[in-house]
């Protein structure tokens, strides 16, 4: 599996419990037992997602050893938007810029 | 009459994403300005202000590509790959990488003519569905700024 950091990003994205779970933690920090509570997970199986997502950067989880409350971190999300954004306007921008120079080319054609 | 110059966005696999745009141009022509480094570097140059100061494209199957674009602020953006593919003014098949940092597709390029007017899919090629949906989730469909709460809308949705 690559190991980029977008493909990790992606990975972790995949998986239906970490978007539920990073949905949860756009309306704020969360401890694990906050978190376990909606999907009917143990601590440990969530506890697992929270790793992943972790290694991913798309999380930070506090430093207090008992409750460790979970931030997202949106800075990888980020990324995977300007790439998929900036990939929509690049092709946009340069097919609107060939129109007019098929047309050049349609003339230097005929002048042959 | 002119050709309708609406970029359409489709999803022809689990792991494809395909844009559709048609030029109101010859089949020829069309082919020879994305295959020619003369005529890549006049046009496919995505946002305002950027160029392409290296472009070498070896137009043969096993032959490599190479582009660099420079942004107006004086950065640099490279892609490399090869092709797999060349069959002249009708299809290319090619390998695109922008580095270790992105996930590389397999790009499919078709040139279908219709009278006048040549319409061209790029299909891209994803290494998994789940960098495909992405990919499509996050903006390539509707192009829109995808703000914070937007994202949380997007993840709660399909949680």
């Not at chain 1, 239906?16 to 933690?25: G, M, Q, S, V, Y």
């Not at chain 2, 070896?58 to 590509?65: F, K, Q, S």
Request: glycine share 6%.
């Amino acid at each position: 599996m690559a190991d980029d950091p977008l493909s990790i990003t992606f990975a972790a994205l995949a998986d239906p419990t970490r978007r539920a779970i990073l949905a949860r933690l756009a309306e704020g920090a969360a401890t694990v037992k906050e978190l376990s509570e909606p999907f009917a997970m143990s601590g440990p199986a969530v506890s697992k997602h929270l790793r992943v997502l972790e290694r991913a950067g798309l999380i930070t989880r506090g430093r207090d050893a008992q409750w460790r409350p979970c931030t997202l971190d949106a800075t990888p999300l980020r990324e995977v938007t300007e790439w998929a954004d900036g990939f929509r306007r690049f092709w946009d921008d340069s097919y609107r810029r060939l129109d007019a120079y098929l047309e050049r080319m349609k003339e230097q054609e005929d002048d042959r | 009459m002119t050709a309708d110059t609406t970029v359409s966005w489709t999803t022809p696999s689990a792991v494809e994403v395909a844009m559709t745009r048609t030029f109101d141009a010859p089949r020829k022509l069309v082919f020879d300005a994305f295959t020619k480094p003369e005529h890549v570097v006049r046009w496919m140059l995505g946002p305002e202000g950027w160029t392409m100061p290296v472009c070498e494209i070896d137009l043969r199957p096993g032959g490599r590509w190479h582009m660099v674009w420079r942004r107006a602020d004086g950065s640099e953006m490279a892609m490399t790959g090869e092709y797999q593919e060349v069959t002249p003014w009708s299809r290319t098949v090619q390998t695109e990488s922008w580095g270790p940092r992105w996930p590389s597709t397999v790009n499919t390029t078709e040139f279908i003519a219709d009278g006048e007017r040549t319409t061209v899919v790029q299909t891209m090629k994803y290494p998994s569905q789940a960098d495909r949906d992405r990919a499509l989730e996050t903006g390539m469909k509707d192009g829109a700024e995808v703000s914070y709460e937007r994202l949380a809308a997007y993840l709660a949705s399909a949680a």
